[in-house]
């Protein structure tokens, strides 16, 4: 079984930075493309960022300029690191990838658990 640990949220102020990171773990399984997600109180979860394969990112407007996302192939693992958070940057963030179990033709999604950012003074 394939799962999916973020780490790095917490409370910070307006215009900080936190650095989340979500790491790959099980046997067996190549990870395709990676992003981020982030759902607030009351709102619809929306996307933020993806790493493709091969290091291609894209981002949604509304983060971009402030965040990157990257990734370390050999650790399985993908990063966000946000800068001059905003208070509307407050939400839970949760990675997914596409990952295929080694012998098979197609990926499956998976979500990590989340972890909480909170931007305030």
């Known amino acids: 079984q394939v799962q999916l640990v973020e780490s790095g949220g917490g409370l910070v102020q307006p215009g900080g930075s936190l650095r989340l990171s979500c790491a790959a773990s099980g046997s067996n399984f190549r990870v395709n493309s990676m992003a981020w997600y982030r759902q607030a109180p009351g709102k619809q979860r929306e996307w933020v960022a993806m790493i493709t394969s091969v290091g291609d990112a894209s981002y949604a407007d509304s983060v971009k300029g402030r965040f990157t996302i990257s990734r370390d192939a050999a650790k399985n693992t993908v990063y966000l690191q946000m800068n001059n958070l905003k208070p509307e940057d407050t939400a839970v963030y949760s990675c997914?990838?596409?990952?295929?179990?080694?012998?098979?033709?197609?990926?499956?999604?998976?979500w990590g658990q989340g972890t909480q950012v909170t931007v305030s003074s």
């Open positions: 997914n990838a596409a990952i295929q179990k080694i012998g098979n033709i197609l990926f499956s999604y998976y």
